[in-house]
């Protein structure tokens, strides 16, 4: 049995299946989901009618190109010390970013089985709860009236991780098994993110390589301004509205979890202002530093063109969607310098 992308015959799944949720019920048909990069995404179908959703990380599930962004290179250690914006993949950042959730009372979907041994099946799993409906955006687009209440959850939600917080950063407390933590700060780990992103596109993008000289001026001017911090909130990370699904009884459910960390709140809300657009108003915070703000929207900017046109590297199939990100983000960079 190979770890390849497809892997939906039924039958490779009966054994886990089985172990997540006793005898009695056996997969029927699967479904390999579309938007994940770095894991694949499975829903499989029971022979009662009802459903779970499986995360497999495996290298061959990883659209990435280089072994740098693959399956485990996640756990945000580069040069012996963490770094909290380096690729979030793997079981293990999985399992503590659910546990630290579910502390919290914050809705992801419910886990039934996580598997590292690799004894069930070739890849590390995790079998979670299929939650019926729509993700937020799709909702957002349907009938912006209806999600409003749903929005107002997800802002509560966002405040409880804001509230949690720690003198640290980093995706596990300094006291965690294998954590290592950083002697950066969070505005010297967004500089030099925000510099290599820029150096990446440039060397991809002329108008990108253009203005190379007067976006880096910018980020260092930024960071010049930004006073230091001594806490930090907890942040998803990633928290676009594809990554909130929404339950039968109207409740946001977040996935996509593995990045969660304890970093600056306005890194969350930076990527919040560029995902939800007009609707950011029912998430916005009236304690933000605008200083952090503005330096991480310019970092969030660069990292939405270097990234996709990275991912395009490989044989990510939605390239149309790639090329679209990169470009509205090249756009709104270089409009930061008017």
Request: proline share 6%.
């Amino acid at each position: 049995m190979g770890t390849v992308r497809g892997a939906v015959a039924p039958e490779l799944w009966e054994g886990v299946v089985r172990a997540a949720l006793g005898g009695g019920r056996r997969p029927v048909a699967v479904e390999r989901l579309r938007g994940g990069s770095k894991k694949g995404v499975y829903r499989l179908r029971l022979d009662d009618g009802s459903g779970v959703v499986v995360y497999r990380w495996a290298d061959a599930e990883n659209y990435w190109p280089g072994a740098g962004d693959g399956p485990g290179a996640g756990n945000g250690e580069t040069g012996g010390e963490e770094d909290p914006l380096s690729p979030a993949s793997g079981l293990a950042l999985f399992e503590a970013a659910h546990r630290r959730l579910a502390a919290l009372g914050v809705r992801t979907p419910r886990l039934y089985l996580a598997d590292g041994g690799r004894t069930l099946h070739p890849a590390d799993l995790a079998v979670v709860e299929d939650v019926p409906g729509e993700n937020l955006e799709t909702l957002l687009g349907r009938d912006p009236r209806a999600a409003e209440p749903v929005l107002a959850r997800l802002a509560d939600a966002l405040g409880l991780l804001r509230e949690h917080r720690a003198p640290y950063l980093g995706r596990t407390a300094p006291s965690g098994a294998g954590a290592v933590p950083t002697s950066r700060s969070s505005e010297r780990l967004v500089i030099d993110r925000a510099l290599a992103d820029l150096a990446e596109g440039a060397a991809r993008d002329a108008r990108l390589a253009a203005a190379e000289e007067q976006l880096a001026a910018l980020v260092q001017a930024h960071g010049a301004a930004v006073r230091p911090r001594a806490e930090y909130g907890l942040v998803h990370g990633e928290l676009g509205p594809d990554h909130v699904l929404v339950d039968r009884h109207g409740h946001p459910v977040l996935i996509d979890i593995e990045g969660l960390m304890h970093f600056d709140v306005e890194w969350e809300h930076a990527f919040l202002r560029i995902r939800f657009g007009e609707h950011y108003r029912w998430l916005a915070h009236d304690g933000l530093d605008e200083q952090r703000l503005a330096l991480h929207t310019l970092a969030m900017r660069l990292a939405l063109v270097a990234g996709p046109l990275r991912l395009l590297d490989g044989d990510f199939p939605d390239r149309g969607a790639m090329r679209g990100i990169a470009e509205h983000n090249l756009r709104a960079a270089l409009a930061l310098l008017r």
